[in-house]
């Protein structure tokens, strides 16, 4: 699985329509927003990272409610854009997850766990469980 990081609202207007998840390293506008779902009809997942997160209007998050996207709170830890422009989350990682929700564990349990070990976010990990779920 990997996370697309857009790192200047130039970018926006240059990504590949399939993107399903976007990882957002800038304070966006609503109009920044509203491109990046106009760009990317398929997107699932925004991922700001917490500071941003309290500067995102209502609006916006009703809207973003109304056309069944998440907005995420996290970060992409240690990732360099000059090096590769998307964040893969470790098939490992989702392989543990995979391997916990057969064992029956709780979905809070795998989400704290993995969270901790990986430095997911948890609203990340609850994705991925879903996602992994509907596969």
């Excluded at 989350?89 to 901790?116: F, L, T």
Aim: glycine share 2%.
């Amino acid at each position: 699985m990997r996370i697309r990081v857009v790192s200047s609202r130039e970018e926006i207007f240059t990504l590949n329509p399939n993107e399903r998840i976007v990882h957002l390293a800038f304070r966006p506008s609503n109009k920044d927003i509203f491109g990046l779902v106009e760009t990317c009809p398929k997107i699932e997942v925004i991922q700001l990272p917490k500071s941003y997160m309290r500067t995102v209007s209502k609006s916006i998050e009703m809207f973003l409610l109304m056309q069944r996207i998440q907005l995420l709170e996290g970060d992409v830890w240690g990732h360099r854009k000059d090096i590769n422009e998307y964040y893969a989350i470790p098939s490992s990682v989702i392989e543990k997850i995979k391997a916990m929700k057969i064992e029956g564990k709780p979905a809070e349990e795998i989400e704290k766990k993995i969270s901790r070990e990986s430095k997911l976010n948890p609203e990340m990990v609850a994705y991925i469980l879903n996602k992994e779920a509907s596969v």
